[in-house]
């Protein structure tokens, strides 16, 4: 248990790492950051800032697949000591997507979503397995 608590926060705070990270670039690429309408600014940025953003926006929805796939794997009633390998796995996928995206590696960066989906439909079908 103490692993997926601990997956949960860590991909809880990843989207928040990549908004920082967005608002670093929107002071370099602008001079300031607008905190009055920080979501226009981010729109207008370009090249790291905007894949930044953009690897904010997918790893929020990363979460919700995973989330919903922990919650599976919980109901279920799988031995969750069981999945602690596929669940460090896709942490460490995520946060390898965050550096392959901002760093415009395109295609390993596509490998590691891939990758980290496919994680998540296995633990789909474990829990649909047990059941």
């Excluded at 949960?8 to 990549?18: Q, V």
């Excluded at 990758?115 to 474990?126: D, E, N, P, Q, R």
């Amino acid at each position: 248990m103490h692993t997926i608590i601990l997956s949960l926060l860590i991909l809880c705070l990843l989207p928040l790492i990549c908004a920082w990270t967005a608002g670093y670039y929107r002071q370099k690429q602008f001079g300031s950051v607008d905190n009055k309408e920080p979501r226009q600014q981010s729109l207008q940025l370009t090249g790291a800032g905007a894949r930044a953003v953009a690897a904010q926006a997918n790893t929020w929805e990363a979460l919700g697949v995973y989330s919903a796939a922990i919650l599976a794997v919980f109901i279920s009633g799988i031995d969750l000591q069981s999945i602690g390998t596929p669940i460090t796995l896709f942490v460490a996928l995520r946060i390898a997507y965050i550096f392959l995206y901002i760093g415009n590696m395109d295609k390993l960066r596509s490998l590691s979503f891939l990758t980290g989906l496919g994680i998540c439909i296995y633990l789909f079908y474990i829990a649909l397995s047990a059941v």
